[in-house]
């Protein structure tokens, strides 16, 4: 990816990223199943280190599995403190992710 704006899983390849802040936006989409808009809900983390590299991108995510693996660290920031491994595996509503939080060094 030549701009890595966004960071884009890929299935099966671990991500190790650094966040260094987020926000939860409201987004309207396209429902899949009927076509018409309707508004979600997205996680939106800052990425300053993608796979030990400086870059200046966002991971975003409707999927309340991924999001649900932040939910410890969101209230003080505290995912600052740590790199997090992250890897996806399956497609659309089959889809998982396994995070591991890496302490930072001091």
Do not use: C
Request: net charge positive; proline share 5%.
């Amino acid at each position: 990816m030549v701009l890595e704006n966004i960071v884009k899983l890929e299935d099966g390849i671990p991500a190790k990223l650094h966040f260094w802040d987020h926000r939860i936006e409201r987004r309207t989409i396209t429902d899949a199943a009927t076509g018409a808009p309707t508004i979600r809900q997205v996680l939106v983390l800052e990425v300053d280190t993608l796979n030990d590299r400086a870059v200046a991108a966002r991971l975003s995510t409707m999927a309340s599995k991924l999001a649900d693996k932040f939910s410890a660290y969101l209230p003080d920031k505290s995912y600052r403190n740590y790199d997090f491994v992250i890897t996806q595996r399956g497609e659309d509503f089959r889809r998982s992710w396994s995070v591991k939080a890496i302490p930072r060094p001091k």
